[in-house]
Antibody, heavy 122, light 111 residues
Framework: EVYLSESGGGLVQPGESLRLSCAAS????????MTWVRQAPGKGLEWVSA????????FYAGSVKGRFTVSRDNSKNTLYLQMSSLRPEDTAVYYC???????????????WGQGVMVTVSS | QSLLTQPPSVSGAPGQRVTVSCTGS?????????VHWYQQLPETAPKLLIF???NRPSGVPDRFSASKSGTSASLAITGLQAEDEADYYC???????????FGTGTKVTVL
């Protein structure tokens, strides 16, 4: 059974940094792209970042480009999201999800974690 | 500001058929990128409902179907049930952004 578990969330002040982790199990992690999606309180889904299976191909939403960095450790079956220069508008539940499909433009996200809350406030 | 527009809400009585539209542009749906759909029940993570324009993952009832044409896509729920009350999102890839996009989301209410 596929299982994704996010951790690392919390309350931080504007301008600070935070690193989220997503531990994966139940599938061959190194074979699949992974993604981060966030949802601000009471709002819709917003795609944040995606990373190819090899850890090379990276994609970012314009709202986080230059501030967030996605990475993965295939030996630990773990996806990361390093978030810096955090802003109040980054406050959201952050979900990691497993990618599927091919090529990249047809990717979809077939399994999701339960999400982790990030609050940016002074 | 999402590049995929959905109606904020749709509603129907039990047993009825409802549809949710997803309007994109030539840089996403119109560029040939697949459209996928997700269901989000209250206080839960999203769940994949439809992938590759019109394919249902194992376990998704055949009451759910979808289609794509031109720069738009549509999700249909036939035989609406109380358990279908949720938020629904479309998703695709935008070539001008080189990134993925979600629709604005639609709340389906069962009357």
């Amino acid at each position: 059974e596929v299982y994704l578990s996010e951790s690392g969330g919390g309350l931080v002040q504007p301008g600070e940094s935070l690193r989220l982790s997503c531990a994966a199990s139940g599938f061959t992690f190194s074979w699949f792209a992974m993604t981060w999606v966030r949802q601000a309180p009471g709002k819709g889904l917003e795609w944040v970042s995606a990373l190819h299976d090899d850890g090379v191909g990276r994609f970012y939403a314009g709202s986080v480009k230059g501030r967030f960095t996605v990475s993965r450790d295939n030996s630990k079956n773990t996806l990361y999201l390093q978030m810096s220069s955090l802003r109040p508008e980054d406050t959201a539940v952050y979900y990691c999800a497993k990618g599927a499909g091919d090529p990249t433009r047809n990717y979809y996200f077939d399994y999701w974690g339960q999400g982790v809350m990030v609050t940016v406030s002074s | 500001q999402s590049l995929l527009t959905q109606p904020p809400s749709v509603s129907g009585a039990p047993g009825q058929r409802v549809t949710v539209s997803c309007t994109g542009s030539r840089s996403n749906i119109g560029a040939g990128s697949d459209v996928h759909w997700y269901q989000q029940l209250p206080e839960t993570a999203p769940k994949l409902l439809i992938f590759g324009n019109n394919n249902r993952p194992s376990g998704v009832p055949d009451r759910f179907s979808a289609s794509k044409s031109g720069t738009s896509a549509s999700l249909a729920i036939t035989g609406l049930q109380a358990e279908d009350e949720a938020d629904y999102y479309c998703q695709s890839f935008d070539s001008s952004l080189s990134g993925f996009v979600f629709g604005t989301g639609t709340k389906v209410t069962v009357l």
